[in-house]
Nanobody, 120 residues
Framework: QVQLVESGGGLVQPGGSLRLSCAAS????????MAWYRQAPAQQRELVEG???????NYADSVKGRFTISRDNAKNTVYLQMNILKPEDTAVYYC??????????????WGQGTQVTVSS
C-alpha cells in the first residue's frame, strides 16, 4: 500500500514563509512525477508546481519567483518552499505522485492534504 503523507502546513502572516513536505511510504518500484496542488474554498483544485524524476519543474504563474519545489529521491520526499506568502495562497495543499508499484502498474496517488492559511 503506497501512501503520501504531507506535513508543514499552518497559519502564517502575509509575507511569511512555510515549507511543506510530502513523503511516500510503502512498497513500490519507482516514483516518477511529483507535484503540489491546492484547492481554495469553492474553487477547483489547481496545479501549483511539479517536478519529474530528472528534476525538471513546471509551475503556475501565480507562484513564479515565490515557490520552489524540490525532491530528495533517496528519501522519497518532495518539498514545497513557499516564500512571500499572500492571502490568496490560502488553500488546502495536496501532494500528488505518479508511482510504479510492485505489480508494475503506474498509478496516481494523493496525500490527505494540509491546510495553509495566510492571514494577519
Amino acid at each position: 500500500q503506497v501512501q503520501l503523507v504531507e506535513s508543514g502546513g499552518g497559519l502564517v502572516q502575509p509575507g511569511g514563509s512555510l515549507r511543506l513536505s510530502c513523503a511516500a511510504s510503502g512498497t513500490f518500484r519507482t516514483i516518477y512525477f511529483m507535484a503540489w496542488y491546492r484547492q481554495a474554498p469553492a474553487q477547483q483544485r489547481e496545479l501549483v508546481e511539479g517536478i519529474n524524476s530528472g528534476g525538471n519543474t513546471n509551475y503556475a504563474d501565480s507562484v513564479k519567483g515565490r515557490f520552489t519545489i524540490s525532491r530528495d529521491n533517496a528519501k522519497n520526499t518532495v518539498y514545497l518552499q513557499m516564500n512571500i506568502l499572500k492571502p490568496e495562497d490560502t488553500a488546502v495543499y495536496y501532494c500528488n505522485g505518479e508511482i510504479r508499484g510492485t505489480d508494475g502498474v503506474r498509478k496516481i496517488y494523493w496525500g490527505q492534504g494540509t491546510q495553509v492559511t495566510v492571514s494577519s
